[in-house]
């Protein structure tokens, strides 16, 4: 997939020739994402930030940026969600977590946006445990378990994340929403190589006051992953059919636990050392 | 909709067991749905082409519960399968 980003800088989202086939709100209910089918594609348009045109045909993206947006805020938006929605259109398998290796296997924490898991998987690579990811797993089945590939080298972190745990690494740029993006490093290190997936954490809002793990229902699993995995055209009735097919499969054949813990920077290395300790149990994953 | 009422599946709907207990994707609005055990039995036996009543007299010699419970479970399955457009009455 080629990506470019249009010579015409600086301008104002015009009204779109086509209505939208979906949407994706806040939870405040306000629209932030909408999607639209156009001739040659897909025109995806994150409100007041970016329009997306996607060409399957030709693999071709091409993005026109709001004024006053950064090239490294477009370049997330497109690596983080418009690709990981074109991967998944095509038949691949993404879901929005971090993921790190432990023991030469791969741990995913799933969740939204502001649930830690950038925080978290900066963390464990704090620690010494490599990260693959901070927004987005590739997965691919492979006789019966699943392979995780690495994505990005770097994080994209609220600053005060960024202050408690990189501590004097350099930040890339300031971004907007307070985020910044942080590069992987010997302090940071990342997992260059594909690993087997041992299991899955879905985060919680962090209301506990100690480590908590509780088993999750495949069923209940299956549940979470429609939330959290991309797919482009949730109108496209084949594809969605065997997004469904593959998101219960995986459901089905991958541990998966909710996680939640306290969110105090002073008390990261305990939890991690819990979730170490937790993914190490064969009596819960083999 | 009553549990003696003929009914039709959508044709729009896809099934898949997962743990055990069963999910339901409508291809046409893109919206899924999760059955307890009970509720997964009773529309794997409509798949099977029975009735709601011929269901129910299924399920009551395969659980251990009371006629009366089990009528207010599937009476209320079923309004909402038939209000998310999963089921048609037919």
């Known amino acids: ?286 | 909709m009553k549990l003696t009422d003929a009914i039709r599946l959508s044709d729009e709907v896809v099934t898949r067991e997962v743990g055990g207990e069963v999910m339901l994707l409508d291809l046409a609005s893109g919206t899924y749905f999760g059955l307890n055990a009970v509720g997964g039995r009773f529309w794997q036996l409509l798949e099977d082409g029975k009735s709601p009543a011929e269901a129910r007299e299924a399920l009551l010699t395969e659980y251990d519960v009371s006629a009366e419970v089990l009528d207010a479970d599937l009476e209320a399955l079923l309004q909402e399968l038939s209000a998310n457009g999963l089921v048609q009455a037919g």
């Open chain 1, 1 to 286: 997939m080629r990506f470019e980003i249009s010579d015409l800088l600086g301008g104002d989202q015009q009204s779109c020739p086509e209505p939208d086939f979906a949407r994706w709100r806040s939870v405040d209910g306000e629209v932030l994402t909408t999607f639209h089918r156009i001739p040659d594609g897909y025109l995806i348009r994150f409100k007041e930030r970016a329009d997306f045109t996607v060409s399957l045909s030709r693999q071709v993206v091409t993005c026109r940026p709001d004024a006053g947006v950064s090239r490294l805020a477009v370049e997330d938006l497109y690596l983080n969600q418009v690709l990981p929605m074109i991967q998944g259109q095509e038949g691949g398998l993404v879901i929005h977590a971090s993921a790190v290796a432990v023991d030469e296997a791969v741990i995913g924490f799933v969740g939204p946006t502001g649930h830690g898991k950038s925080t978290l998987a900066a963390a464990f690579a704090r620690a010494g445990m490599p990260f693959l990811s901070d927004d987005g797993v590739h997965l691919t089945p492979d006789d019966g378990r699943y392979i995780a590939a690495p994505n990005r080298p770097s994080f994209r972190l609220w600053q005060d994340s960024e202050a408690a745990l990189v501590s004097g690494g350099a930040p890339l740029e300031d971004e907007e929403e307070q985020k910044t993006r942080v590069a992987a490093s010997d302090a940071l290190p990342f997992q260059q190589q594909p690993l087997p997936l041992r299991a899955l954490y879905f985060l919680g809002p962090g209301d506990s006051l100690e480590t908590r793990f509780e088993p999750l229902r495949a069923q209940a699993v299956l549940a979470e992953l429609i939330n959290h995995s991309f797919l482009l055209d949730v109108g496209d009735k084949t594809r969605l059919q065997s997004h469904f097919d593959a998101l219960a499969k995986l459901s089905a054949s991958v541990p998966a636990f909710s996680l939640d813990y306290p969110r105090d920077y002073d008390r990261l290395g305990d939890v991690i050392s819990a979730i170490v300790e937790h993914s190490r149990r064969r009596d819960l994953i083999q």
